[in-house]
């Protein structure tokens, strides 16, 4: 409080004077709300429009044209999306994205939770334990990725060395070469580096609970499992949904995890719609094709943001 | 009794637990330091231990930082990261303070838009957006990251600063102006010093957003003097032959450090940007 009212001393002293100043009719102008607010507007929504707006069109577009780098376009209707419902890989991307995106989340807001409820007991050096349980999260994905590449390589990754080390396997799995094993491997590294948002959010979260509430549930006999499931729980779950849709859209949306950890592969096997909407574009030079991959999810971000400004409306 | 219990209740329902999540968290950066230290010769031995060192070496530092562009990277990822980061705080909140404070037609209607923006993947607009650069010859050039990036930044920057705009009172404003201040006046004298903390949330997580970008820069920048840290690391140090895991985990390591370092410095401003928009909904 002290801090506004120093503001508030400091901009007297910087008003020369205390009397009105008239500004001329141009500035009186534009001391109309309306007439200031659309000023300050103009630039930043100019600028939106041009790199987000129009690019976003002109996908659009682009999804009806069969279109190759550097050539012309011709349109094709909906032939893209006629072809991409006949290709068995764009199905398997669909299928990959919707395990990776539904195991990844589950996976991230219960151990997020679980994070969380630990970190919400006091000991020292707490602030430093946040700090490092951030960091997978803050560290470039793409550099912590390539980390990952080598933790699971087949023959000197660590995980199959501490395998061999220890005795438990004489030869540990191929971690990123089976179908079944790359996507169990591409969903724990997601996991990984996903968690302490859930974990921090949450935290965030627990500790708007006013301490009354627990008090009075204990007064009325809750025990610990009582109070978590009729106090915690209850009041957390406005943060854990914003969290999980926000973390929907990211990994449904992700790219670069996949493209560094398996390039899609082997055989296709790990690709999700957005490498392959970037395979198809960037790889075969198919723009139009890749185009089409890329707005097929935008019903899926359709329906989320639905449900979240729905959510936030009746909050 | 009681203090055995609350002891062992300490224990298994707090040591335990925390550190098995700071095991998780950071063995990935413990081996990536492990690897980066040592000899090929130690590296590649199937019977040394994986996790210590026995001959520490500086032989993959040395060799990155002389056979690679990395420094260049570096250079180029921070100036890439300052200039997103001052455009993306510009503009963000010019967009930011009329929603936040203004009453005009149409508000409630922009508010909106901005936060569908900010949901709007690049997923969705990066094949358009290579067409759209290649045709304003900006390809191989850093000025395509630099007007790019601002688009991911932008929307999440007003959300953010809309929030610490609505908690300065409107009184000190109406005051100030009838002082005989004018809006600028009282914008920029006034209500923008108090929210410092907010632009400082906003700028810290621009700014490592920035540092973090992958796809833009994978798209626009081929060229070795152009590129940025991430896109240098996995387009020229991941070679076909084995003998390149050293190297490599010098190159993470090193490219992590900056973000980590700035990161610690402003953690508290990260932590409440990361969290605002979950908690303040």
Redesign the interface.
Known sequence: MS??LE??R???L????????R?GRL?AF??R??V???L??T???L??LA??G???I??VY?SFFHKEVARAASFVGFGNFVKLYDDPIFWQAVRNTIIFTGVATILKASGGL??AL??N?S?KMK?F????????F???????T???Q??L?PG?G?FN??L??SGLAERGPSWLGTPTMAMISIIMVNT?RGL??F???IL??LQ?IPVDLHESATIDGAGTWGRFRYVTLPSLL??IF??TT?SI??TF?D??LV??LTGGGPANSTHL??TY??SL??GAGQ?GL??AV??S??PV?GL??VL??FF?RK? | MVGELTWRKRLLGLWLPLVGFLVVALFPFTWMAATSLKTNAELYDPKAMPLSIRHPSLVHYIDLLKETNFLLWVANTMLVAVIATGISLLLGSMLAYPLARMRFRGAALLAITVAITYLIPQTLLFVPMADLIGRMKLGNTLTAVMLTYPTLLVPFIAWLLMGYFKTVPKELEEQAMIDGASRWRAMTRIILPLCLPGFLSAGIFAFTLSQNEFLYALLFLSKSSVRTVPIGVVGELIRGDAFYWGQLMAGALLGSIPVALIYSFFVKYYVAGLTAGAVKG
């Open positions: 801090k506004v503001a508030s400091a901009g007297a910087a008003a020369p004077a205390r009397r009105p100043i500004f500035g534009m001391e709300e309306s200031f607010s659309w300050m507007l630039p930043p929504l600028f939106l790199f987000l129009y690019p976003f002109y996908g682009l679980g994070m630990v970190m007991q000991f602030s334990a946040r700090a490092m349980l951030l960091l997978p803050i560290v470039p994905t793409v550099l912590s390539v980390a990952w080598w933790i390589d000197m660590l060395r501490l061999m080390v990984w302490p948002f974990g921090i959010s965030a979260g708007t406005p943060v914003i969290v926000f859209v990211i949306f790219f670069q493209y560094v719609m957005a909407a970037y574009s960037m723009m890749g185009s890329a707005l999810m935008v971000l989320l943001l979240l400004t936030v909050d």
